[in-house]
């Protein structure tokens, strides 16, 4: 298995995930020509993305969904009220599976998924764990906050794509955020503080999780070092070393991420 952020920040989100033969995105939200631009930086070709999996219907997670699933013939996986808040704003004939049971598990070739409910200011927030053979990748972006099911689901995974959206302060003492949006970023369904993401990662210890991918860093209120710093500060005082016990990397809004492997 091989997971690679091909971009993650408020302007536009796209993990890609590959099992064996079957390449799969979680959200699709830089645009087609870039998704397909980054696939060709990693040498995937894009007609083996079997599947897009849509967290939630903001712009910054299907923008390009619809372009490139009409391209190259891709399903659309998401929850069926999220596809209902998402079908006004995209071209509405792509072979689309809704989903609508809590916890829901399906097949895309040889590759199990599942989801689980993150809490967002959105139709329906969805994060999805991939499993193929013994190996699981769990995405959990836009979420206010950690529940225990979150992290049941996220412990028990060798890799994370996991929110570091933004330092407290630095968001309290930004000038160009007005308080409502204040608010609504700190708020349970707003988007996860570096010290919540740190907290969580290190109630994860002793469990699969060998490398977490920080990702959603506001460009605002947060910076690459402020979160990495955080979340190996945290790491580091629960006893745990990193980059030997658990791989800390970042992804970027810019330019794709490292590629995380795992043997399968
Ligand atoms: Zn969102
Ligand atoms: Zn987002």
């Known amino acids: 298995m091989r997971v690679c952020v091909l971009g993650s920040g408020s302007k536009g989100n796209c993990t890609y995930i590959e099992c064996g033969q079957t390449g799969i995105l979680v959200d699709a939200g830089l645009s087609c020509a870039q998704i397909e631009k980054r696939l060709k930086a990693i040498n995937v070709n894009p007609f083996s993305i079997a599947a897009i999996?849509?967290?939630?219907?903001?712009?910054?997670?299907?923008?390009?969904?619809?372009?490139?699933?009409?391209?190259?013939?891709?399903?659309?996986?998401?929850h069926k009220d999220t596809w209902q808040a998402m079908s006004s704003k995209i071209q509405n004939n792509n072979p689309t599976q809704l989903l609508d049971i809590y916890g829901n598990t399906f097949s895309v070739n040889d590759v199990d998924i599942k989801t689980f409910d993150v809490s967002h200011d959105a139709a329906h927030c969805l994060g999805f764990s991939v499993m193929h053979k013994n190996n699981k990748a769990s995405v959990a972006t836009d979420l206010g906050y950690v529940t225990d099911e979150i992290l049941k689901n996220l412990s028990t995974s060798d890799v994370l794509v996991f929110e570091a959206n933004h330092d407290v302060s630095k968001l309290l003492n930004n000038p160009n955020y007005p308080l409502h949006l204040k608010n609504r970023i700190l708020s349970n369904k707003?988007?996860?503080?570096?010290?919540?993401?740190?907290?969580?990662?290190v109630q994860m210890l002793g469990y699969n999780v060998r490398g977490v991918i920080l990702a959603h860093l506001s460009q605002q209120n947060n910076s690459p070092e402020i979160a990495y710093n955080t979340v190996a500060g945290k790491l580091n005082k629960a006893g745990a070393k990193v980059n030997k016990d658990i791989v800390i990397d970042l992804s970027h809004q810019e330019k794709i991420g490292n590629i995380f492997k795992i043997k399968e």
């Open 53 to 78: 999996l849509i967290t939630h219907e903001h712009t910054d997670h299907i923008n390009g969904a619809s372009a490139f699933a009409q391209k190259f013939g891709t399903k659309i996986y998401t």
């Open 190 to 201: 707003g988007h996860l503080n570096n010290d919540a993401s740190a907290d969580a990662i």
